[in-house]
């Protein structure tokens, strides 16, 4: 299952359409970057069932005339985000377009509940300004059998789309 990076890709997805330019932590360097950039990964997760042994019912599947199962977990995650920038002003305005994106543009399998930021510092590492946060969430993801016997489809992160 690749639970962690569907919340991670979703938190970078949701800070993108907000105009935030935003990259998996691992991946390149902030200073390759015009204006601010966000660095995010998932810093802490714990799984657990929902339902009884993570079964949740069936539902209709119209299209083959038979029902599936339906299977769920939840996650508690904690979303680290780094938000970098040549400018203190333009670090300082990613972040606050950062911190409405977690409010509001996250897909509704990911639920914030708390969220927290650092003062804004000079980063010597990276010559460039430096504002930490980090956000506090919950996970649902839902899995369907496919039809055939004993066959269990990936968890998907509620509410994003199947690749």
């Known amino acids: 299952m690749n639970g962690l990076n569907q919340v991670r890709d979703a938190v970078i997805d949701a800070l993108k359409s907000t105009g935030v330019a935003a990259v998996p932590a691992y991946e390149g360097t902030a200073k390759k970057y015009e204006g601010a950039v966000a660095a995010v990964d998932v810093a802490t997760a714990e799984g657990k069932a929902m339902g009884l042994c993570s079964y949740l019912g069936e539902k209709w599947d119209a299209e083959k005339g038979s029902t599936r199962e339906l299977y769920g977990m939840q996650m508690n995650v904690t979303i680290s985000l780094s938000v970098r920038a040549q400018r203190a002003a333009e670090c300082e305005t990613a972040m606050e377009t950062a911190a409405g994106a977690l409010m509001g543009g996250l897909p509704i399998g990911l639920r914030l509940g708390k969220m927290s930021w650092n003062g804004i510092a ?42």
């Open 122 to 163: 000079w980063d010597k590492t990276t010559g460039m300004f430096l504002r930490k946060g980090s956000a506090a969430c919950k996970a649902a993801f839902l899995a369907e059998d496919s039809g055939e016997e004993g066959t269990l489809l990936d968890f998907i992160l509620k509410g994003t789309m199947k690749n």
